[in-house]
């Protein structure tokens, strides 16, 4: 989208995307913008990032300059500018960059346009209530806007209700799709169920305390989708837990505790007889914090699962300052007050963030010989297949190239 495009959307107010002045000075491009807004560009940043045909682009990784070809005192002259570009000429060998103003304003270096690009979750409680995020199935998967809108649900919320679907194994697919390629593990799609055998404690009909599924993988699961077939024939509810809330008043509460478990490595582990499957045996395990911060020191991250805490790997003098962390967090996030509870009804999903939003369930009762079995299928998506199909939505439905930095989960 060209920078008149965007300056008519700014609802007739000073254009940010409109460039009133450009200039070189101390060897940095000084931009004057049109809503007042001033940007500085170094000089080494620039020429790194020229897009032309001969340097190439990052975006598919094709370039022809390389770092080593870049001297640290590199130094533009300023060839020419208007409203929509800035066209610059480097002093060491005339190479010429051209750079769009739409471009150059969406990568501002400023603190204040830094911040617009970190997307910020909107963290909750039990006050929440009877009215979670919801979208229609049949809306999100005819309408790219309604698809938008649920996407941006989970990723403002960190979960979606999702109501209207087929309610078919053989459908399930489409729920799926909408979020991004199927990650593939040893559960595939993993209908939840009673079963004689029970390989899995969502097989159970005990009530399941909030928690993070898979904790004992080193790359963990992003996005969950779940899909209800058939309800208990009584009990069973939802219950969520936003992860990110529950960790800031720890980090409130607990500021060392909260420290210790941001560096700490804790065991996880998982063995699977598959007992009840076809599938071969595996043991996982993952030794690593329970918590993950950005570079800006927010949680982007969470892998909390009591009940897979495996014996800890640490010295001595560390083992009781770290049970008393996780006692404390644990505490935390079992607090009725977090936690939103509802029912799910045939036909009826969630998608949710697996390192955000903890989820558990009600005790339920399987039912009489005649009644149909519970049955709910989960599967999960990946977090960078989740923010690539939103991105794509956006640019499709907003128009939107800046690239924002989401959360990025436990990866890294």
Not at 84 to 104: F, K
Not at 380 to 396: A, C, G, I, M, N
Request: charged share 25%; glycine share 8%; proline share 6%.
């Amino acid at each position: 989208m060209v920078a008149q495009e965007k300056a008519e959307r700014a609802g007739g107010q000073a254009a940010p995307y409109v460039i009133e002045r450009a200039a070189i000075e101390n060897r940095d491009l000084l931009v004057q913008w049109g809503d007042g807004h001033r940007s500085r560009y170094h000089p080494f940043w620039l020429r790194h990032q020229c897009r032309c045909p001969d340097c190439g682009s990052p975006v598919n990784a094709i370039r022809n300059i390389y770092l080593e070809q870049i001297p640290e005192d590199i130094t533009p002259r300023l060839e020419a500018w208007a409203r929509d570009r800035v066209q610059l000429c480097w002093t060491n060998d005339g190479h010429g960059s051209r750079y769009e103003a739409v471009w150059l304003r969406d990568n501002c270096p400023s603190e204040a346009e830094r911040a617009k690009r970190r997307h910020r979750p909107k963290l909750w409680d039990g006050r929440m209530g009877a009215n979670p995020p919801t979208t229609d199935f049949e809306a999100a998967d005819a309408d790219p806007k309604a698809r938008l809108a649920m996407l941006e649900a989970v990723n403002d919320y960190g979960f979606c209700k999702v109501e209207n679907l087929p309610g078919e194994f053989e459908e399930s697919h489409r729920l799926i799709r909408l979020v991004g390629d199927q990650r593939q593990t040893h559960y595939g799609s993993y209908t939840l169920s009673k079963k004689a055998s029970a390989d899995n404690v969502g097989d159970i009909t005990s009530a399941l305390r909030p928690h993070f599924d898979e904790t004992y993988r080193l790359s963990g699961i992003g996005i969950t989708v779940f899909e209800v077939f058939n309800p208990a024939a009584s009990g069973g509810a939802s219950t969520l837990v936003d992860g990110f809330e529950a960790v800031r008043r720890f980090r409130a509460a607990w500021p060392e505790d909260f420290e210790r478990l941001c560096r700490t490595p804790v065991a996880t582990q998982r063995y699977d007889a598959a007992t009840s499957t076809e599938r071969e045996p595996k043991w996982f395990m993952a030794n690593l914090p329970l918590i993950r911060l950005d570079s800006e020191g927010e949680v982007v991250g969470l892998r909390l699962n009591e009940r897979q805490i495996g014996p800890l790997d640490l010295p001595a003098e560390e083992v009781g300052p770290c049970y008393r962390a996780l006692k404390r967090i644990f505490e935390i996030l079992y607090d009725p007050d977090l936690q939103l509870t509802f029912p799910l009804r045939a036909g009826e999903g969630l998608l949710f963030n697996n390192q955000r939003v903890l989820h558990g369930r009600t005790a339920f009762r399987a039912g009489e010989a005649e009644d149909a079995p519970r049955s709910v299928l989960t599967s999960s998506v990946d977090l960078e297949e989740f923010y690539s199909t939103l991105r794509l939505l956006k640019w499709q439905v907003e128009g939107t190239t800046r690239l924002m930095i989401y959360p990025q989960g436990m990866v890294g």
